[in-house]
């Protein structure tokens, strides 16, 4: 049976999905479901506003000013994010995550405090990019991203030359692109896939930057969990030129 909150990312505009496979797993109750009737409307990105037509300006998402607006796709659990937001409450955050299950963990240990500086969307995180005014975000997170292992599948890999020049037009000269993942082919492909496209330079200075966590970094449950069969992790961070 389809979760209820479901149609909560289903408007009636037309939206570019490149999402596969299911967006629930277990059936939500208790303060999970919850959390995702109350404090999800609250911080929301209203529907409507998704364009997809880059002019959705950050921060007419926020009551108070902030000196940075930061984008993470695909939040999972959004432990990372929680904290993030609790360190650096000068800065914005914008969220994507389309799995109900994350989102309703995410809702459901955010504090009230963090629901000031915080707004998500319970859906691919592309059509929250594709809407964002040019120029706009000052650093995007996508950690740990589905590797999809089958060189069919391939193109379902959220790093593309399509994808990094909707999320260059976004960010801000000099603004970053962070990205993990512990599974070495993906590694390569990332790596590969921002280098070879012309907005964006690595960071890197010497091999060991590859394997070793930027300062104040802030670990995801995936990251401090390990998955089956996770070697260490790769970092990469990119600027935009």
């Not at 650096?88 to 299950?101: H, R, S, T």
């Not at 069919?152 to 593309?160: A, F, L, T, V």
């Not at 930057?209 to 070697?231: C, M, N, V």
């Amino acid at each position: 049976m389809q979760d209820k909150h479901l149609n909560n990312t289903e408007g009636s505009a037309y939206k570019k999905r490149s999402l596969f496979g299911r967006r629930q797993g277990r059936a939500l109750k208790g303060e999970r479901s919850v959390a995702l009737d109350t404090v999800l409307p609250e911080i929301q990105v209203p529907d409507d506003i998704l364009s997809e037509a880059h002019d959705l300006v950050p921060a007419s998402l926020f009551k108070n000013y902030y000196s940075a607006y930061h984008l993470e796709i695909g939040f999972g659990h959004g432990e990372r994010l929680i904290e993030d937001t609790q360190k650096n409450k000068d800065i914005a955050f914008l969220g994507a995550e389309p799995f109900i299950n994350g989102m309703a963990d995410f809702l459901k240990n955010i504090p009230e405090s963090s629901c000031k500086n915080t707004r998500v969307i319970m859906d691919d995180g592309m059509i929250l990019a594709r809407s964002i005014t040019p120029q706009s975000i000052d650093k995007i997170y996508v950690l740990n991203p589905d590797p999809w292992h089958k060189t069919r599948h391939h193109k379902r890999r959220i790093i593309n030359q399509e994808n990094l020049t909707i999320l260059s037009h976004i960010l801000k000269p000099n603004g970053k692109l962070v990205l993990t993942t512990d599974v070495p082919d993906l590694a390569d492909w990332m790596c590969t896939q921002a280098n070879n496209h012309p907005d964006f330079v690595w960071d890197a200075k010497t091999k060991t930057d590859w394997s070793t966590p930027p300062q104040d970094w802030i670990k995801t449950r995936y990251e401090l969990k390990g998955a089956k069969g996770a070697k260490k992790m790769a970092y990469m961070i990119f600027t935009k030129i």
